[in-house]
């Protein structure tokens, strides 16, 4: 049996799960508009907290729907080749992973 089936179980098992899962989804999420003003690829970060959300409530869905339809558009807006964002956005994020090493090994985190 998963988990999630086993503690969902129980009324509070219900409420428990959403909690959980409210406060990964929600601290992702701030995390990404965090990295959206500072280094990091900000939107795909507040996209993966509001997926995690979207597993249990309906009104996250509805708002990573629209929030990917207004980042299509801005990009759109700037008129870069498909392949060229997908670059740069893997670029942005293999930078961010190399800073966050350094800063580690540095002991600045």
Same mark, same amino acid.
């Given at each position: 049996?998963?988990?999630? *089936?086993?503690?969902? $179980?129980?009324? /509070? +098992? ?7 899962? %409210?406060?990964? +989804? ?8 965090? /990295?959206?003003? %500072? ?7 507040? !996209?993966? +907290?509001?997926?995690?959300? @979207?597993?249990?409530? /309906?009104? @996250?869905?509805?708002? =990573?729907?629209? *929030?990917? *339809?207004?980042?299509? $558009?801005? @990009?759109?807006?700037? %008129? =870069?080749? $498909?392949?060229?964002? !997908?670059?740069? #956005?893997?670029? /942005?994020?293999?930078?961010? #992973?190399?800073?966050? !090493?350094?800063?580690?090994? *540095? %002991? $600045? #985190?």
């Amino acid at each position: 049996m998963k988990f999630r *089936t086993w503690i969902k $179980k129980s009324k /509070a +098992g219900r409420i428990l799960w959403r909690v959980i899962i %409210g406060i990964a +989804g929600g601290s992702v999420t701030v995390v990404g508009a965090i /990295a959206l003003v %500072g280094p990091g690829p900000g939107i795909l970060i507040v !996209l993966a +907290g509001l997926g995690i959300l @979207a597993s249990e409530f /309906a009104w @996250a869905a509805r708002v =990573m729907v629209h *929030t990917r *339809t207004y980042a299509q $558009k801005a @990009a759109d807006k700037v %008129g =870069m080749p $498909k392949w060229a964002q !997908l670059a740069l #956005i893997a670029a /942005a994020a293999v930078v961010s #992973i190399f800073v966050i !090493l350094y800063l580690y090994e *540095t %002991g $600045k #985190i």
